[in-house]
T-cell receptor
Framework: AQSVTQLGSHVSVSEGALVLLRCNYSSSVPPYLFWYVQYPNQGLQLLLKYTSAATLVKGINDFEAEFKKSETSFHLTKPSAHMSDAAEYFC??????????FGKGTKLSVKP | GAGVSQSPRYKVTKRGQDVALRCDPISGHVSLYWYRQALGQGPEFLTY????????KSGLPNDRFSAERPEGSISTLTIQRTEQRDSAMYRC????????????FGSGTQLSVL
């Protein structure tokens, strides 16, 4: 069975600081991994996805994530936080039955 | 359409009533997914379709929940004899084909069972 674990339900950073959101996965097959973002009162939007082409994946709005097989991790980073980055972020793994399995989410707050 | 459309946006119902939630995916998208999201939780997979065929319904909580997509486009998620524990945000998503393509999510239907 596949699963994802997001460490930390809330993360708070100052504007301009590094953003680091942690995700660990469990998968018996080479995984497809995703980060989605949810702004208030909106649907989820894809930030980036890993499909084995490259271990460092770049997404929208300067976000990137690095796939580390040895650590079974896919942490999301951004060098400099903006106020507009405040949202909830979900890590997900492509399930073996064709579905997408999400983590519980990490709410990011950005302080001025 | 321009995006995934879900209706109604809000649904308040009494315990024991049946409800039908509608999803209109992006035109041409083969795959359609239903998720349920409780407050403070990630989306929980319910079921998905490729065209009109239901590929996986293992996430449906019990037999009160059913879904259909008869013409391979619009889908309906039906909950019979609703219970308070069914209260949640129900989200629909579609993709060109398969889960490893980008999923486009609708804004969801907020269901409240009183």
């Amino acid at each position: 069975a596949q699963s994802v674990t997001q460490l930390g339900s809330h993360v708070s950073v100052s504007e301009g600081a590094l953003v680091l959101l942690r995700c660990n996965y469990s998968s018996s097959v080479p995984p497809y991994l995703f980060w989605y973002v949810q702004y208030p009162n909106q649907g989820l939007q894809l930030l980036l996805k890993y499909t084995s082409a490259a271990t460092l994946v770049k997404g929208i709005n300067d976000f990137e994530a690095e796939f580390k097989k040895s650590e079974t991790s896919f942490h999301l980073t951004k060098p400099s936080a903006h106020m507009s980055d405040a949202a909830e972020y979900f890590c997900a793994v492509g399930g073996s039955q064709g579905n997408l399995i999400f983590g519980k989410g990490t709410k990011l707050s950005v302080k001025p | 359409g321009a995006g995934v459309s879900q209706s109604p946006r809000y649904k308040v119902t009494k315990r024991g009533q049946d409800v039908a939630l509608r999803c209109d995916p992006i035109s041409g998208h083969v795959s359609l997914y239903w998720y349920r999201q409780a407050l403070g939780q990630g989306p929980e997979f319910l079921t998905y379709f490729n065209y009109e065929a239901q590929q996986d319904k293992s996430g449906l909580p019990n037999d009160r929940f059913s879904a259909e997509r008869p013409e391979g486009s619009i889908s309906t998620l039906t909950i019979q004899r609703t219970e308070q524990r069914d209260s949640a945000m129900y989200r629909c998503a579609s993709s060109l084909v398969g889960v490893n393509e980008k999923l486009f999510f609708g804004s969801g239907t907020q269901l409240s069972v009183l």
